[in-house]
């Protein structure tokens, strides 16, 4: 059976960052290649016009000026799988960005822990839940996506880390209900776009 390939492009504005990305997906997936690394957005774009890329890593906020939401738009458009990462937890900029088609968030304090599991489910195309990237998928105010309040207080009890039995426990639904019901929410982004 054949090894997957997988070719990143890695936009991040910060160095030390952008260092410790791409040694981890280098040793999270031997053989990888890096076909962009750095901040500048059109630059990314050119080389995936000529390279075959399976997931895009992008920080939030690169400060070129665009939205996360653009960003991932054209990455999208261009047939690229989008993590977002960022050292703040900026859950409208978040939500936008997974209603144009990110599948997954990653805070930079936990990319050791979860970037690797992230990046593996997009490249699939299936979107990658954790309790960080359900505590900014909660709406807030501002928030364009109403969640079915059972689905929302299930996102709730997830982002503050507690397990499946204990969820379905406050929730009165069966604990294999409790998967799809948190995947529902990201649903619930990803058409509002349509």
Not at 71 to 96: C, F, K, N, Y
Not at 110 to 127: H, N, T, Y
Not at 134 to 151: C, E, F, H, Q, R
């Amino acid at each position: 059976m054949p090894v997957p390939r997988h070719s990143f492009i890695v936009l991040e504005d910060h160095p030390l960052v952008l260092g410790a990305i791409t040694e981890h997906l280098s040793t999270a997936f031997p053989g990888a290649t890096i076909a962009y690394q750095g901040a500048h957005f059109i630059e990314a774009l050119e080389v995936a016009d000529f390279a075959e890329i399976t997931c895009a890593i992008v920080d939030l906020d690169l400060g070129d000026g665009r939205t996360p939401a653009e960003t991932v738009l054209h990455l999208r458009d261009a047939g690229i799988p989008v993590v977002m990462i960022s050292a703040h937890e900026q859950a409208l900029l978040v939500q936008e960005a997974v209603i144009t088609g990110a599948l997954a968030y990653v805070p930079k304090r936990s990319i050791i822990d979860q970037l690797a599991e992230a990046v593996a489910s997009a490249e699939l195309g299936q979107p990658w839940l954790s309790p960080d990237f359900a505590a900014v998928l909660v709406p807030v105010d501002g928030s364009t996506v109403s969640l079915d309040p059972l689905a929302e207080r299930a996102l709730v009890l997830y982002a503050a880390g507690l397990p499946t039995s204990m969820i379905a426990s406050r929730t009165g639904i069966e604990p294999d209900q409790v998967r799809p019901l948190l995947e529902s929410v990201i649903q619930a982004y990803r058409s509002h776009d349509r």
